[in-house]
């Protein structure tokens, strides 16, 4: 699926790119507005963002097929839910009510499904634009930004709960705290009204609608993590947009760092009227986007470490269960404990914070810090999987540079404040092709940040194998010998073993299947070691 531009926009900047626009898989931008939609097939269901429309449609009563290449951890409870999905991609598997089909960037032209769905005149859209149906008539708090979007969009659902909102959310990974990653509200046993299990649901947009603030669609907050990889997060018209940061990434897509600024230039412009935009002060991309937001009349809040930001962190004391904060605005001051370690995470919070304050400004301050305490981190974001032969082993979905140089620094952090001697270690799976040609420098800068570290053969996800990009992009631009090449993932157990000791931290890093290798690795670990 080729990119395509967006419309232009008021700014000295390249016309965005947006994967919404019709091209070689997508017939229609957004959501079917000319007819009532009652059953939606979702192509590659098992993944993460996928998964949370077939969760929603699902909730909205609407009846879900969908497929996948293979089984995954999302397919199951959508298939309890009542989704019927197929493994292996077949036209046969798309039923004759079929009203819409719902794909993702990595979904190509010549999908079997895609092609019957070409033939019988089905509308084919991303699953940004199915989710802003779903979501219609709810006021949305829409996160993006080149890292941190994840977490930050658990955080504010769990601050909205802790004020006694029950928003809807959807995000791109799994969350303990919330159960599940998107839903209507509540804790997600579908009995809501409108939801799947309820007879004679209707269709959305329209039928169905629950009153303002009430489970299951219609009114009230929605908080989504809005995605900008392939520009689909121009889907979305949010009250309250917070940007994490914005630096250059997904290149392969929007073609370089301008285009890519100008995608962020677009989604501010969609920003309802009396909505605003909250953007991290302290990352040079995101302020430069508020500054230029605000000389065009968008109310706009920062956030961050900078002395001049508007939601100002004034103290932090971290650990590995977490982070003490103090947190400074013009009018008051607020402490705060999270269940969640790294000065990144500490960002994270904040911007949470003042993303949902501003959709809610009657919210208790404290109300809203009390239950972004509890949010524990969602999965694979410094998710400890054990001690093995003494060594803390821990998996991350780090897969840029600046979010390889946080999740090392906070590693670092944890391993000072336990004073036993332990070093980092970092065995990290580089993701795509080209993100690792783009930024082969930059990984092996930070990489040396760690004690050792090792690049794994890369994981090629949608892209086409290049002969030409492995390891050793990485690895040749590091000096010494503390960041290494594996030709084989499966050399990773013996190697760590060899080199690991008690006391150190050991980080599994990458967005691709190196979390798969974490058993092997801590069983290697815990093996007895023949005494010299």
Known sequence: MSPVEARPGHWDHPAPRSILRPGDVITQPSWPADRAVRSLHVVRIGGAGMSAVGRLALEAGLQVSGSDSQDGQFIGPLREAGARIGIGFDAALLAEDVDVVVVSTAVRPDNPEVLAAHERGIPVIHRAAALAGLLAGRELVAVAGTHGKTSTTGMAVMALRGAGQDPAWALGAAVPDLGRNAGFGGTGDNSAPGSASTPGAGSVPGAGSAPDGATGPGGGIAVIEADESDGSFLAF???????????????????????????????????????????????????????????????????????????????????????????????????????????????????????????????????????????????????????????????????????????????????????????????????????????????????????????????????????????????????????????????????????????DLLLMLGAGDVVELTPAVMAALDSPREET
């Open 237 to 503: 018209s949010p009250r309250s947009l917070v940007v994490t940061n914005l630096e250059p990434d997904h290149l392969d897509f929007h073609g370089d760092e301008q285009t890519l600024t100008a995608a962020f230039d677009a989604l501010t412009m969609q920003i309802v009227p009396g909505g605003s935009l909250i953007v991290c002060a302290d990352d040079p991309g995101a302020r430069a986007l508020g500054e230029r937001a605000a000389a065009r009349g968008v109310p706009v809040t920062t956030y961050g470490s900078d002395p001049g930001a508007d939601w100002r962190v004034l103290s932090e004391r971290g650990g590995a269960a977490g982070a003490e904060i103090e947190i400074g605005t013009s009018a008051d001051r607020y402490t705060c404990e999270l269940s969640v370690a790294g000065h990144h995470n500490v960002l994270n919070a904040v911007g949470a914070l003042a993303a949902v304050s501003a959709a809610v400004p009657d919210a208790d301050v404290g109300a809203l810090l009390g239950g972004l305490a509890t949010f524990t981190g969602a999965s694979r974001r410094f998710d400890v999987a054990g001690l093995a032969g003494g060594v803390t082993v821990v998996d991350d979905y780090a897969h840029h540079p600046r979010e390889v140089a946080a999740t090392i620094e906070a590693a670092r952090g944890i391993v000072e404040t336990q004073q036993r001697g332990g070093r980092v270690l970092v065995a990290f799976q580089p993701h795509l092709f080209s993100r690792t040609r783009d930024f082969a420098a930059d990984f092996a800068a930070v990489l040396g940040g760690a004690d050792r570290s090792w690049v794994l053969p890369v994981y090629a996800a949608r892209e086409d194998p290049d002969p030409g990009i492995d390891a050793r992009t990485i690895t040749a631009h590091a000096p010494g010998a503390s960041v290494q090449p594996l030709t084989a993932s499966d050399e990773l157990p013996a190697t760590v073993r060899e080199v690991a000791r008690p006391g």
